[in-house]
C-alpha cells in the first residue's frame, strides 16, 4: 500500500509539472525563431530543448508507472501490432535520420496479440528509441514481427550499437539504473524506458529477453500471447527461427 500511495504521489507531481514544462519550451521555441540570435545563444537555447525533451520523457514514463498500479483498468483486446508499430516508426523518423541510422522491417502476416494499444506502443516505442541512441551514427536497427507458432507474436529489435556489458544486464531494468557505457546522460536516455517495457511486458502475461555484448550490439525479444478466438494460423506460413538468448528476464515469484 506504501508503495502504491507513493507511485500515485510521483504520478501527481508528474502531471503538474508537464504544464509549466510545456510552456518553457514553447517560449524557447519562440525566441529560436529570431534570425537575429547570436550562435552562442541559439545553440544554449538549442541545448535547453533536448533537456526539456528529455524530462518530458522522464515524465512520461513516471505517468506510465503510475497507470500501472491500477492495471484492472486497462482494456485488452485483439491488437494487430502492424498498424501499432507505423506510427512508432514515424515519431522516430527525425532521429533515425539525424543519426543516419539505416533501418530493416519484417512482418509476418499474422500479428495478432491480446493487450492494450496503447502499452503496445508504448514497449515499441522504447525498445526501438533505446535501439537507436545506443547506436553510433551509420548503424543499423531491425525490427521483426512474426508468431512463434507456440501461441506467441514475436517481436524482435536488433542494433548494431555499443551494447551492455555483463554486469549491466541483470540490473537493466532497474528504475534510474545506468551502466557505466551502456546507459549515460549524453545518449539522453531516462532510465526508465526498460522498466516500463518490462511491466507492461508482464502485465501481458509476456516475455522478454536480453542478449548484448559489449560493441556488438544489443537484441531485445518480446514474446506477447496471441490474440482470443482467431482462427489457426496458415499451415503453409513456415516457422521462423528465434535466435540464441543469452538472458531472461521473465521469471517473476
Do not use: C
Not at 506477447?224 to 535466435?243: F, H, I, M, Q, R
Amino acid at each position: 500500500e506504501a508503495l502504491t500511495s507513493q507511485k500515485q504521489f510521483i504520478g501527481n507531481i508528474a502531471h503538474e509539472l508537464r504544464t509549466p514544462l510545456s510552456t518553457i519550451k514553447m517560449n524557447t521555441e519562440v525566441t529560436l525563431l529570431d534570425d537575429h540570435l547570436e550562435k552562442r545563444l541559439r545553440d544554449t537555447l538549442l541545448s535547453n530543448i533536448e533537456e526539456l525533451d528529455r524530462v518530458s520523457d522522464i515524465i512520461n514514463n513516471l505517468l506510465t508507472v503510475n497507470a500501472l498500479v491500477r492495471p484492472e483498468h486497462i482494456e485488452f483486446k485483439n491488437v494487430d501490432l502492424g498498424p501499432i508499430a507505423d506510427p512508432v516508426l514515424r515519431k522516430l523518423q527525425p532521429l533515425i535520420e539525424r543519426k543516419h541510422i539505416t533501418t530493416k522491417e519484417q512482418r509476418a502476416d499474422y500479428r495478432i496479440v491480446w493487450g492494450n494499444p496503447s502499452a503496445l506502443e508504448q514497449i515499441l516505442t522504447n525498445i526501438l528509441k533505446n535501439a537507436i541512441l545506443y547506436t553510433p551514427d551509420d548503424g543499423r536497427v531491425s525490427l521483426t514481427i512474426e508468431p512463434d507458432f507456440q501461441g506467441n507474436i514475436v517481436v524482435t529489435v536488433q542494433d548494431s550499437g555499443i551494447g551492455i556489458a555483463q554486469k549491466d544486464l541483470f540490473r537493466i531494468f532497474e528504475p534510474f539504473y545506468r551502466g557505466d557505457t551502456s546507459r549515460t546522460r549524453r545518449q539522453g536516455g531516462s532510465g526508465l524506458g526498460l522498466t516500463i517495457v518490462s511491466e507492461l511486458v508482464h502485465l501481458h502475461n509476456g516475455k522478454i529477453t536480453i542478449q548484448s555484448a559489449i560493441k556488438r550490439g544489443t537484441t531485445v525479444t518480446v514474446l506477447l500471447p496471441t490474440g482470443k478466438n482467431e482462427n489457426a494460423l496458415d499451415p503453409d506460413l513456415k516457422k521462423s527461427d528465434v535466435g540464441e538468448i543469452a538472458v531472461d528476464f521473465s521469471s517473476r515469484t
